[in-house]
């Protein structure tokens, strides 16, 4: 990170350490506080107060309100406190890291999520949290997706049918932007890439659909609602999948690993279904259940010659078209 970088990424873990003491100072005074009073808690001048405010209710989204001279907080705005172990705090610590890793559109939420788990945690941990924070806060924000995000959010969490604008012309552009009404059911990150889908179902498709939140244009809350308790099978979908497509029938795989990554490839439970078939010759034999083919098949490319499909068919041909196209890219010696 340059030094620019840094110094930005500082100023920003600053200003989110900032907007905690302050909601948490208002969130203390459940009848109200002034400015002046916030300030002189904070340590900050009264017109810092003022812009932190309203930063905080128009970037953050808090729901601060203002009567008299006096601001607080509703008193919804937060979840209740968690008492959290050490190792408690250090898996929440571990899974922000994965997904502060697996995403690069984040921006306020992450660095506040950073901060509450360093007001938590001991000494060293605190500091490489906020190291984390600095990387986090060096990335641009993208204002469309945090507004997304946080709309997508609130339906889920809420039980609301929610309007989006979905862009699926990535593949094909002809298709255009897609107006859905969807009951969201799931948020959920990928691993492969680095993105976050939605998962609910599609009222005019009558199914389950996965939709790429990066692709969402746009999102809004309708007023009507769903019983969030049709979608309690999302969990247990997600286990068929390879990553986050789940909504595909069940494909059984089966894919011999050679002897020079047998072991690595035994070390690691890649899926729920996965069963290992160790070979006299040190190669392995991995077999597994997983709905869809998309996903397994850019793992298994991942593995280049290591990997050969033995079943399903399709998986086989697929993964064989790939390395047919990659080694003719690679045939004439030199970049074209």
Do not use: C, N
Request: hydrophobic fraction near 45%; proline fraction near 5%; charged fraction near 25%.
């Amino acid at each position: 990170m340059t030094l620019e970088r840094a110094d930005r990424a500082g100023l920003k873990w600053d200003r989110a350490a900032r907007y905690l003491k302050i909601a948490r100072v208002l969130h203390q005074h459940r009848d109200g506080i002034a400015a002046g009073a916030i300030a002189d808690l904070v340590g900050v001048s009264r017109r810092t107060v003022y812009r932190d405010l309203a930063a905080m209710e128009r970037d953050a989204g808090l729901p601060i309100w203002q009567d008299g001279g006096r601001f607080g907080l509703e008193e919804d705005a937060f979840l209740p406190p968690l008492d959290l172990t050490l190792h408690e705090a250090m898996t929440l610590y571990l899974a922000a890291r994965v997904l502060a890793k697996t995403s690069d559109e984040y921006d306020s939420e992450l660095i506040g999520a950073f901060v509450k788990l360093a007001a938590v945690l001991p000494g060293i941990l605190a500091e490489h949290v906020q190291a984390t924070a600095d990387l986090v806060a060096a990335r641009p924000a993208d204002a469309r997706f945090t507004r997304v995000f946080r709309t997508l959010t609130e339906a889920w969490a809420r039980g609301r049918v929610v309007l989006i604008e979905y862009d699926a012309g990535a593949y094909d552009p002809s298709r255009g932007v897609r107006r859905a009404r969807v009951r969201p059911y799931a948020i959920e990150p990928s691993a492969l890439t680095h993105a976050l889908y939605l998962i609910g179902l599609d009222e005019e498709r009558g199914g389950r659909r996965t939709f790429k939140v990066e692709r969402i244009v746009d999102a809004s809350l309708t007023p009507d609602t769903f019983d969030p308790r049709e979608g309690g099978g999302a969990a247990a979908d997600l286990a068929r999948g390879w990553d986050v497509i789940s909504d595909q029938p069940l494909e059984s795989v089966a894919i011999r690993f050679a002897p020079a990554v047998a072991r690595r490839v035994a070390e690691t439970r890649w899926h729920a279904s996965q069963q290992l078939e160790p070979q006299p010759d040190g190669s392995l034999v991995w077999r597994g259940r997983v709905a869809g083919l998309h996903e397994i098949q850019v793992w298994v490319l991942g593995w280049g010659a290591d990997a050969e499909v033995l079943e399903p068919a399709e998986l086989r041909a697929r993964v064989a078209e790939q390395v047919r196209l990659a080694a003719a890219t690679y045939a004439a010696g030199r970049p074209r």
